[in-house]
């Protein structure tokens, strides 16, 4: 079946250094969504990618969305204590539910 | 606030015992999904409920149910707990059937079995 992996799985990362999480999966994508876990707290929505080669950007995170659609990646640009968290990729499997990758664990060394 | 409800918070229960998660959507939405993160793992899907019916089964066990009632609000049983079975428990909302559409989680429900 689909498969989203995902990595690194943790990265430790200097305050103000870069970041960047890459998602993989074994077959298209109609879509590609982030979200992002903060410790101890739930999943919230950060953003979706439809087109093939499609960027994003929110403030210091920048989204790709690969040309085969198979594959993805989140960019944070001088890391903030904020940014601590787990980021989650999600693509559609089947047409009805979302696949989670394993997730790539953020902690920020101040 | 999410906009998506989930009670409890925190539930600890022992082996062999019958709980009962419940979830109340997000107001508009139609979809709920239901997934289990245990420690330091990622959100593994349980079943997936559209406007009363189920439209997606994961790998939930036979042990586990869920529902969707007429006011769109779900509950999420699980049965013959195991000490396996303690994890986070996530509701999720979103408008539409299918995946292409955003995910708003509730702050989930934290199951200890002892």
């Known amino acids: 079946g689909q498969q989203v992996m995902q990595i690194p799985q943790y990265q430790h990362v200097q305050e103000g250094e870069d970041f960047t999480t890459y998602c993989n999966s074994s077959?298209?994508?109609?879509?590609i969504q982030w979200y992002k876990q903060r410790p101890g707290g739930h999943p919230v929505f950060l953003i979706q990618?439809?087109?093939?080669?499609e960027v994003k950007k929110q403030k210091r995170l920048t989204f790709q969305f690969g040309e085969a659609k198979k594959n993805s990646s989140l960019h944070i640009t001088a890391t903030q204590t904020t940014d601590v968290g787990t980021y989650f990729c999600?693509?559609?499997?089947?047409?009805?539910?979302?696949?989670f990758g394993t997730g790539t664990r953020l902690t920020i060394i101040p | 606030d999410s906009g998506v409800t989930q009670t409890p918070k925190h539930l600890i229960t022992a082996t062999g015992q019958r709980v009962t998660l419940r979830c109340s959507p997000r107001?508009?939405?139609?979809?709920v999904y239901w997934y289990q993160q245990s420690l330091d793992q990622g959100l593994q899907f349980l079943i997936q409920?559209?406007?009363?019916?189920?439209?997606a089964k994961g790998n939930i066990l036979e042990r586990f149910s869920a529902q969707q009632f007429p006011d769109l609000h779900s509950e999420l049983n699980l049965s013959s707990l195991e000490l396996g079975d303690s994890a986070l428990y996530f509701c999720?909302?979103?408008?539409?059937?299918?995946?292409?559409?955003?995910?708003?989680f509730g702050s989930g429900t934290r199951l200890t079995v002892v």
């Open positions: 999720a909302s979103s408008v539409a059937a299918g995946a292409n559409y955003g995910y708003t």
């Open positions: 077959t298209t994508l109609s879509n």
């Open positions: 990618l439809v087109k093939s080669g």
């Open positions: 999600a693509g559609p499997r089947g047409n009805e539910k979302l696949t």
């Open positions: 107001s508009g939405d139609l979809s």
């Open positions: 409920y559209y406007n009363g019916e189920e439209r």
